[in-house]
């Protein structure tokens, strides 16, 4: 099945990629179902209403699925809802969380088979078979439902090196930045905005 997968640095390059129409509009009244997951210990409940405080200048249904524990992720109601999603959006927060939370559940499942996802900042990177952990730059990894990149946000220049230079060199590392919107179409990525995001493999800057 193909996928369409969006991973965004904020809630502001959130909002210019539905505003963006080259990049597939949302369609009114289409049915958004928003994922706080990995802002369990900064406030799901604050994460849901941010993004859906975007989402308002559109024309949609958006439901908020307050997964924030494994239980959670075990329940049929919510996998259902997001296998049923025009579009599944995951809010930023800590991707080890969002990993232990979704890894061999019905909801990681239902995350894994949706048509499109937006992904925000930081949990982005658990989606993908190559994770950067934030707590020190080291690979590990991820859940494995889109291929192709590893995504990292922003750390010190020391963290970045030794990120790097752990890799695998045909790994391709983007630190995705505040502003940046990378695009997968199924495991082909592209960088369609962002001066602030950097793609390299190995110590060699590349262009997606």
């Given amino acids: 099945m193909h996928t369409s997968t969006f991973a ?3 809630l502001v390059a959130l909002g210019e990629l539905l505003r963006d129409s080259s990049l597939g509009a949302l369609a009114i009244g289409a049915d958004v179902v928003v994922v706080p997951t990995a802002a369990a210990f900064t406030g799901a409940d604050r994460a849901a209403i941010a993004v859906a405080t975007v989402l308002d200048e559109f024309d949609v249904r958006v439901e908020a699925l307050m997964v924030t524990d494994r239980a959670a992720s ?9 296998g049923e999603a025009d579009l599944v959006v995951l809010c930023d927060g800590s991707p080890l969380h969002a990993r232990a ?11 894994r088979g949706a048509a499109k996802i937006v992904a925000i900042g930081a949990v982005a990177g658990v989606l993908g078979e190559v994770m950067i952990d934030p707590r020190g730059g080291a690979p590990t ?15 010190s220049d020391e963290q970045l090196t030794r990120t790097r230079r752990l890799l695998a060199p045909e790994v391709t590392l983007v630190v995705l930045g505040a502003r940046g ?8 990525w592209r960088l369609v905005r962002g001066e602030d995001t950097v793609a390299t493999r190995g110590d060699l800057e590349v262009t997606l």
């Fill in 8 to 10: 965004v640095g904020s």
């Fill in 141 to 155: 990894n991820g859940l494995d439902y889109r291929r192709g990149v590893a995504i990292t946000t922003a750390a």
């Fill in 181 to 188: 919107v990378l695009v997968g179409e199924d495991a082909t």
């Fill in 74 to 82: 075990a329940q049929d109601y919510f996998a259902r809802r997001v």
């Fill in 101 to 111: 939370t979704w890894r061999d559940t019905p909801l990681g499942e239902a995350i």
